[in-house]
């Protein structure tokens, strides 16, 4: 086993290819709880990639910075989550393309 | 060690297909689990042995989780489940491979990158103790009013008042 | 004496000023007397000036302060009195002080008593400004503000819209020679770099002579707006809608001498320049015998002498023409008194008919007006030109330039028009003071002559035109003429020969037998009831043409009015409403369209949003690697 890992660009190339499925995912998707997922697969594509580059830089700070992605990113599910209960409670389903209040 | 990488980065990519194209929302979840799964083992092969388990327990652990319970809450499944027309799914993935397109443009560029990773000891629990709390200790605070705002968001917003008893008991 | 100048004009603004402000508070003959006397003022001074002058003094240049200072030109308000000035300024204030006296008669009943003597006040200081200013621009000054003076004294019975347009008019064919006398002002600007009257004059001889020429040609179209020359005249006729001391003070005596004052005033351009005073000669005198003939078929009795004052002012110009400076003022002098006389005779009539203008219904009043149907005599004498009135001077003294100044045929074209002047002004004396009296019963009750205020005037005016004529004595009776001689050295005379004593007594001889015939003819004529004028409408033949005024009102109506009226409405209706308004109206309709379009982006639709959001990014990126 050696000491070496795939080069960084490799890296890119997976956290591109991860982010833009979640992209994709986002689009293509209309419930609102496999939306808020794909925008975790989204993040985690990220975090992915500055752990890769704190790796390559041996500098801590991205892996710190990973630390706090996840941070926000467990607050953001549970208010996002809260407000989709909140949303089926008034609409009685979790369809996106029925929020269409801010029509002219 | 490698082919490791190329291996479990191919399963990673096959896995979030299947989760932005199941019908079943669950089967979503599922999916999505493993994803978290595939992408810790990366975080392992990079010695980021801290946010291996972390990535674990927080993502895989605790907010899978709390989607499932509220997919569960809310009783979807497949019948349900609300489909976008052939168009407007061709134009979303179209537009992601665009943007696929012009982030690969964009950061594959400099001899910088072309270099291997070698492993290191950065990603230790130790190592990387010291810098959150004497570099980043003001963020690391800040982030506990975060989860306080959150908390306490995410109960106002879900409370439930008398007048949705109604609602929901239908 | 640069006071006299100032109290002069400054006496008049006050009695404006005074009329106009404490008018209503005050009982009317206070401010018939306060005018008047502001008038008596300025007569006063011009006469202390016109004895300094006399004396062999100096013209006196006053400068007010220094009005403009643009570039290389600057402007006084400065004020030259010399011979040419204080001739006109006399003739001016005095007129205008009788002419102030008799109104105080004549308006006696009138709402608007205050502010008739106001812009009888200003008319005098504007006209005052006029004849006293030292450069042409300052003349300018005056000229404007006698025609706004003019405007405000022809519309003065405001409520009837048909005096109302009459002043318009007035007022607007004076704005259209205005823009001759403008570009003759900007001309001398050009040419010389100042107006003033002492530079420019003096610096005359080297100027180029097309330029002076064409100068001239400029001036005389200002002078034939503001005269009353062929083609800007009819608005004098109109004009009469004013209240008869209006039409007495300035369409006879003063603001329509302002031309002829242009004129003489600018004798040093015009002796130089062959083409343009021609053209003054042939203007004056299709003027005189145009008006002259027009004044047969008049039935009213301020039109007939409207007319017949647009004939003299001919006379006059053909004067200017011939290059008899002096001869003008001469006739502009003895005209002033007997117009002013008969304008405010015939005002007298007026009076005393109640308001009744057409002679067609006035006859046989020479019994119960005995003062105005002598004093009116008297002016129909004097510009029949009856020897040894002053009309008679002065017509003959034209006459006689003219024949030996130009040639036979000008001579012969006025000598008739002289005949036919004294035809329509002995009709209309006949028509209204003889005969039977052709009125309604209630008129001939009202019937009385006028109160002092107004007869006094008549009685100073009459006595001027009797004896007018001493100021010019030609070289038959005396050696001295007293204008020429006073003229001499500012107004440059073209030196014509002087007429034979023959010829003298030839003319005298036959305009004495012709003017018997003609009285003697017309009274019969006039006075039996046979012969009485038809109404305009029913005319015939040539009477028809003069009547109708050689029609110049309905072709000025339809080659002048309509095409400026057509302009207009196209302006309006295509090009202001449909194009101007239509470009607003699109661009405000094509924005709201843009909007409207552009409103269905916010459409609420959560998955579009996204997709935009994506394009937006990749757009982005796209765009920052480009640039």
């Known amino acids: 086993m050696s000491n070496a890992l795939p080069p960084l660009e490799h890296y890119i190339w997976l956290s591109s290819i991860l982010f833009c499925i979640g992209v994709a995912g986002v689009l293509i998707r209309r419930n609102g709880i496999v939306l808020l997922m794909c925008v975790e697969l989204m993040l985690n594509a990220v975090n992915l990639l500055f752990t890769a580059f704190s790796t390559h830089f041996q500098d801590a700070s991205g892996q710190i910075f990973v630390f706090f992605v996840m941070v926000v990113a467990a607050a953001e599910v549970a208010v996002g989550l809260a407000i989709l209960v909140m949303i089926y409670r008034n609409t009685k389903s979790v369809d996106i393309s029925l929020l269409d209040n801010l029509k002219h | 060690m490698e082919y490791l990488f190329y291996i479990l980065s191919g399963f990673t990519i096959l896995s979030a297909i299947l989760m932005i194209s199941a019908r079943n929302p669950v089967h979503s979840v599922l999916y999505l689990i493993v994803t978290f799964f595939l992408i810790s083992g990366q975080y392992l092969m990079m010695n980021a042995q801290f946010l291996f388990i972390v990535n674990l327990i927080v993502y895989a ?68 103790g010291m810098a959150l709390f004497t570099k980043f200790v003001v963020p690391f605070e800040v982030s506990s009013i975060l989860f306080l705002s959150a908390m306490v968001g995410a109960i106002l917003v879900g409370m439930r008042k008398k007048e949705d008893k109604e609602v929901v008991s239908e | 004496m640069e006071i006299y100048i100032a109290i002069a004009l400054l006496s008049p603004v006050i009695g404006f000023a005074l009329s106009g402000l404490l008018g209503r508070s005050l009982p009317k003959n206070i401010i018939g007397i306060l005018a008047s006397t502001s008038v008596l003022i300025s007569f006063i001074c011009s006469l202390l000036l016109f004895n300094y002058l006399y004396q062999n003094g100096a013209p006196i240049k006053f400068t007010f302060f220094n009005w403009m200072a643009v570039g290389n030109i600057s402007i006084d308000f400065s004020f030259l009195a010399d011979r040419l000035s204080v001739w006109m300024m006399m003739i001016i204030t005095g007129v205008g002080f009788l002419i102030h006296i008799y109104s105080i008669g004549y308006m006696h009943n009138d709402e608007g008593f205050y502010k008739f003597f106001a812009y009888l006040n200003l008319f005098i200081f504007a006209m005052l400004t006029l004849v006293l200013g030292a450069n042409y621009v300052i003349m300018f000054f005056g000229w404007e503000g006698v025609g706004l003076c003019s405007y405000l004294l022809i519309g003065f019975w405001y409520s009837n819209k048909q005096y109302g347009y ?435 982006i916010q459409s609420g639709n959560i998955e579009y949003y996204l997709l935009a959001m994506v394009i937006g990014v990749v757009s982005f990126l796209v765009i920052y690697q480009l640039v």
């Open chain 2, 61 to 128: 652990g605790a907010i899978m989780v709390l989607f499932l319970f509220v997919l569960m809450l809310l009783n979807l499944n497949r019948e349900t489940e609300p489909q976008k027309s052939m168009k407007a799914k061709l134009a979303g993935v179209i537009s992601a491979g665009l943007l696929l397109i012009t982030l690969l443009g964009a950061l594959i560029q400099g001899q910088t990158y072309r270099g291997s990773l070698h492993i290191t000891d950065v990603g230790l629990v130790k190592n990387l």
């Open chain 3, 166 to 600: 009459a002043a318009r008019k007035a007022f607007i064919m004076n704005r259209i020679g205005d823009l001759g006398l403008l570009l003759g002002i900007f001309m001398l600007f050009n040419v010389f770099g100042t107006t003033d009257y002492q530079t420019v004059f003096a610096s005359a001889a080297s100027a180029n002579a097309t330029t002076i020429e064409i100068i001239c040609l400029l001036l005389f179209v200002g002078a034939i707006g503001k005269s009353a020359q062929i083609p800007l005249f009819t608005w004098l006729p109109d004009a009469m809608a004013g209240p008869t001391p209006v039409s007495a003070l300035i369409h006879a005596a003063t603001m329509v001498t302002a031309g002829i004052y242009l004129v003489a005033r600018s004798s040093v351009f015009f002796v130089n320049s062959e083409m343009a005073s021609n053209l003054v000669l042939m203007v004056g005198l299709a003027t005189a015998v145009i008006a002259g003939t027009i004044g047969l078929k008049q039935n009213d009795i301020k039109k007939v002498l409207a007319y017949s004052t647009v004939s003299q002012l001919g006379y006059m110009f053909v004067a200017l023409g011939v290059g008899a400076y002096s001869t003008a003022l001469f006739h502009v002098t003895t005209h002033a008194f007997f117009k002013a006389l008969l304008f405010l005779g015939s005002g007298s009539v007026i009076h005393a008919m109640g308001g009744e203008q057409d002679i067609r219904k006035m006859g046989g009043l020479s019994k119960k007006l005995t003062i105005t149907h002598f004093t009116f005599l008297l002016g129909t004498l004097a510009i029949a030109g009856v020897p040894p009135l002053a009309g008679f001077f002065s017509k003959d003294e034209i006459l006689a330039k003219a024949f030996y100044g130009n040639g036979i045929i000008v001579f012969v074209l006025l000598a008739l028009t002289s005949v036919v002047t004294a035809v329509y002004m002995f009709r209309l004396y006949f028509l209204t003071f003889h005969g039977e009296f052709r009125g309604t019963e209630e008129q001939k009750h009202h019937l009385h002559e006028s109160p002092s205020s107004m007869t006094v005037p008549l009685i100073i005016l009459a006595v001027l035109s009797c004896s007018g004529g001493i100021l010019g004595l030609s070289s038959l009776f005396s050696h001295h003429h007293f204008i020429n001689d006073f003229f001499v050295k500012t107004l440059l005379n073209k030196p014509i020969e002087e007429p034979s004593h023959f010829f003298e007594w030839l003319v005298l001889g036959v305009s004495v037998v012709l003017l018997a015939i003609i009285i003697l003819v017309t009274r019969k004529f006039y006075t039996s009831n046979s012969n009485i004028p038809v109404a305009a409408e029913d005319e015939t033949g040539i009477g028809k043409v003069l009547s109708k005024k050689y029609y110049f009102d309905e072709i000025y109506q339809a080659f002048v009015q309509k095409p400026i009226e057509w302009i207009s409405e196209f302006t309006y209706s295509i090009i202001d409403r449909k194009i101007i308004d239509g470009i607003v109206n699109t661009t405000g309709n094509g924005i709201s369209f843009c909007g409207n379009y552009l409103r269905k």
